[in-house]
């Protein structure tokens, strides 16, 4: 594989790892860090409702919206850099 060859390689993974961040993590946290506790909580004193979307940590959001794109991202750095030689 040549070096334009890798390049492409690299910038794909890179691409691929945003768009799953983005996706599967990024909006969710996005979602969840920009609640507003004015707008989204029923208080009755004693007791409050809150409609705040659940921090994104179930398996999905982490495994696909995390992990894999570090992998990936891993994996695009040492595909670019090429051999030691």
Sequence with gaps: M???????VELAAYAIAIVLFVFFFGRAFWEWANWNEKSGTLDFGI??????????NDARSV???LVT???L???GRILGRGRAD
């Design 73 to 75: 991202a891993a994996f």
């Design 2 to 8: 040549d070096a334009t060859q890798r390049r492409t």
């Design 69 to 71: 794109p570090i992998v």
């Design 47 to 56: 007791v409050k409702f809150t409609s705040r979307p659940p921090f994104p």
């Design 63 to 65: 495994l696909v919206g």
